[in-house]
């Protein structure tokens, strides 16, 4: 994918409508969210070509088989988290690195991880260039990073059959686990509260469709 790092009207014009669309249709409340996104420039993440897909609410593939989750979702996820500044938090699936920036935009410290190489080498290229530094790792993410524990939020952009217990025992008391859970045609999103050290408060909310989360812990 050729990349092109142009800011233009257009492009900011549909942002912004984005934006507006988030807060005034879709439920989005939380202001630092909103204010991510529209910071954050999705067209960045695009071949040219297809920029006039980019701030539609619609998913996008990006190549070895993955994509770009939807902008509600990114922003639904991100919501969830109720991010403070100065959040340490592990993301499980690069990807592109739209939902990393938003997170980093967010005031969070980001660790992430992908198991796709060449997206990897792709992303932990791309977003330092755009003004985005976090910390790359390549791997299985089912599995967390367990020597950079513990993280006070860990989010997970694949859909997972169930919650790996390896990855709440990666979050600090009073952390919060945001993941996809179901089937591979469908999932429900759940956050997962650490209470204490062997305490855990589960709830379980919309549908979404995820790519699936591949590794030891996963599909």
């Known amino acids: 994918m050729a990349y092109k790092f142009i800011d ?18 879709k439920g989005i409340t939380d202001t630092n969210v909103l204010a991510a996104m529209a910071k954050v420039k999705r067209h960045y993440f695009f071949d040219e070509t297809f920029w006039a897909q980019a701030y539609l609410d619609k998913a996008f593939p990006i190549g070895d088989g993955q994509t770009i989750s939807t902008p ?6 991100s919501q969830l988290l109720h991010i403070k500044k100065g959040d340490k938090i592990l993301e499980i699936g690069t990807g592109c690195g739209y939902q990393t920036c938003i997170l980093i935009e967010m005031g969070a410290q980001v660790y992430t991880i992908e198991r796709q190489e060449a997206l990897f080498n792709r992303t932990k290229k791309v977003l330092p260039y755009i003004g985005y530094n976090a910390h790359f790792f390549l791997g299985d993410g089912s599995k967390g990073i367990a020597e950079h524990a513990p993280y006070d939020k860990i989010i997970v952009t694949a859909g997972a059959p169930l919650v790996p217990e390896i990855l709440v025992k990666q979050l600090k008391i009073g952390g919060i686990l945001v993941i996809p859970v179901g089937d591979t045609k469908q999932q429900k999103m759940v956050t997962v509260l650490r209470v ?10 919309d549908a979404f469709k995820f790519v699936p989360l591949l590794g030891e812990q996963a599909w």
């Open 8 to 25: 233009n009207y257009r492009e900011k014009g549909a942002r912004k409508k984005l934006v507006k669309e988030l807060a005034e249709k």
């Open 72 to 77: 509600y979702t990114v922003a639904y996820q």
């Open 196 to 205: 204490s050290e062997n305490d855990f408060e589960k709830f379980v909310l």
